[in-house]
């Protein structure tokens, strides 16, 4: 079968890929060592939150592959990936669940986190903004979550080395180079994306990263570290 390569991963989907994955690696070891790593685990969360709500809006005005409805499919796609049947470019019926599983457990961790406390000196940017309760339930799934985020990785990890090791498809590459090669047949040219939806995807990442660092509230108290880090003080 003859083969074409073909532009399958957009600049900004594969810098936000391997951002997250260094930001991801930074928040677990500043989270697990704690302390004064406390601080730089708060900023390293509200970084974490403007890449997911910027790939979350990059899933909408992105191009083709880098849309949600693109690779988001239901049972019968799944059922036929299962059998062998299903053909398509970009993450397969599986793949596309771990991908979702993955962006919705980073995603909680962020907003826990966004809300919690360690009951020592540390309190997320916005936990002003409810009750000790509240916040200390977060906290928990906070801690909690966050081994079933570790084990999404893993079996994330371990996909990506079957396909390396028994189908002989190196998934890594593309998300390197942006480029894959893919079987020869009529298929519609990649479209969506530009300069300006990626403006509008920054930009409201950045508000999301701003609403979340807590620096437009009235602190009574000593403000967190991020929020300080905000209000350039």
Known sequence: MEHERIKLWDLP?????????LLVIAAVISGKVGGD????????GIAILGLIVFRLVWGFIGPTYARFTHFVRGPAAIADYLHGRWQGIGHNPLGALSVVALLVMIALQVATGLFS?????????????????????LTGFHKLSINILIALIGLHIVAIAFYAAVRKEDL????????????RRQEPPSKGGGRAALIVAIAIAVGAMYAGSGAWLRHD?????VAKAANGR
């Open 117 to 137: 406390n360690d009951d020592i000196v540390f309190n997320g940017p916005l936990s002003q903004l409810v009750d000790k309760a509240l916040s200390d339930r």
């Open 172 to 183: 890594i590459r593309p998300m390197i180079t942006g480029w894959k090669a893919v079987p």
């Open 13 to 21: 989907v594969r810098i936000f890929h391997w951002l997250l994955v």
């Open 37 to 44: 790593a406390m601080d730089w685990h708060a900023r390293i």
């Open 221 to 225: 108290s000593p403000l967190p570290a």
